[in-house]
């Protein structure tokens, strides 16, 4: 059942045997019985092979050693220590925990915050301050919680570990689950005399202002990390980092993907027809563009070089892709329309009555 060898040692049947349980079962696969009969199977083999007496007797009888055959007693595992067989599969079943505390020092949490900038600040980079509340060692007790004059007193719960171990009977046997202490919060301290600035936190709030670089070419959802400017270190550890998290204002004109610019320039339809020379608005301001004679709407031109630069090697840049469309004028005097029709009838190749000269001659 265990897929090894008849030779295989304590650390592969254990491993194997880790697994199968997680596989299959029955908290990761409700309602399904094959599941739970293949685990039962496995935790059955396991308690075989891992015990040199059962194993010995299953070299001698085979499967009849535990099915009351050969004198045996059947199959038994209520005993099993599966703590350490499962680890954090039981930790996340049972409301264990994975992660061991530590007393030692610790670096602190991180803090996060956003910051607004405009299309052309997140395309060329900017300089921006925010101001939030962060926490900083409290001064009258300098972080340990305690009133001045008394001390932290060794939690007596866990014994100074910060963490506590719960003994738990299961169906499939005894499990060992390690958590945080409840007393002390995993700190292994009891602060019986609380500091009357910072109420035994150890941290007091400051409003501060910190300058944020943001890059050239950072786009939407992305993050600035600032080293240390998080909460502050458990037990004289590092402080945390800052995570900026950037959005951006939409732009009118200015659409992106990745490191490339999209817009949509309208030319007049004499433009279109005749070619020449248009102004394209780009992010580093107007240039001029040649189009042929005979630009059909929708036409896409590439402005290359002309995107965002890229986030690690700013001097590389995307390109702008322009879109162009066709303005038809809505309102003409009688002089253009007279001059349209005359164009309509060249083209159609009539020359239709006899009309004063317009805008075509």
Do not use: W
Request: glycine share 12%; aromatic share 6%; proline share 6%.
């Amino acid at each position: 059942m265990l897929g090894v060898s008849r030779d295989a040692d304590e650390a592969a049947l254990k491993k194997a045997y880790r697994a199968l349980a997680k596989k299959y079962h029955p908290d990761s696969n409700p309602g399904d019985e094959a599941a739970a009969e293949k685990f039962k199977e496995a935790s059955e083999a396991y308690s075989v092979l891992s015990d040199p007496q059962k194993r010995q007797q299953y070299d001698q009888f085979g499967h009849a050693a535990f099915d009351g055959g050969a004198g045996a007693g059947g199959f038994d595992f209520s005993s099993m220590d599966m703590g350490d067989i499962f680890g954090d599969l039981f930790g996340d079943f049972f409301g264990g925990s994975k992660r061991r505390t530590s007393t030692g020092p610790m670096k602190g949490q991180n803090v996060h915050t956003s910051v607004r900038v405009s299309f052309k600040e997140a395309v060329f980079g900017t300089d921006k301050e925010i101001e939030l509340n962060l926490k900083d060692t409290c001064p009258t007790c300098k972080g340990s919680g305690a009133k001045p004059g008394t001390q932290p007193r060794t939690c007596t719960k866990c014994n100074g570990t910060g963490q506590v171990t719960y003994t738990q009977q299961s169906l499939f046997g005894v499990v060992r689950n390690v958590a945080s202490c409840p007393e002390c919060k995993g700190t292994g301290k009891i602060i019986p005399d609380k500091c009357p600035k910072c109420m035994g936190n150890g941290y007091v709030q400051n409003r501060k202002k910190i300058q944020v670089a943001v890059p050239a070419g950072i786009d939407a959802g992305q993050s600035i990390r600032i080293r240390e400017k998080g909460e502050p270190g458990i037990n004289g550890g590092p402080r945390g980092d800052l995570l900026v998290e950037v959005s951006i204002t939409s732009d009118p004109v200015f659409k992106r993907q990745a490191e490339n610019i999209y817009s949509t320039v309208q030319i007049s339809y004499v433009d279109a027809v005749l070619g020449g020379t248009i102004k394209i608005p780009t992010v580093d301001g107007e240039v001029e563009q040649e189009i042929k004679a005979g630009t059909q709407p929708d036409t896409k031109l590439r402005l290359r070089g002309k995107g965002v630069p890229f986030l690690r090697n700013r001097s590389m840049r995307g390109d702008h892709y322009v879109t162009l469309t066709i303005k038809v004028p809505t309102k003409l005097n009688e002089d253009q329309k007279e001059a349209l029709r005359a164009f309509d009838d060249a083209m159609k190749g009539n020359p239709g009555p006899k009309r004063k000269k317009g805008l075509f001659g």
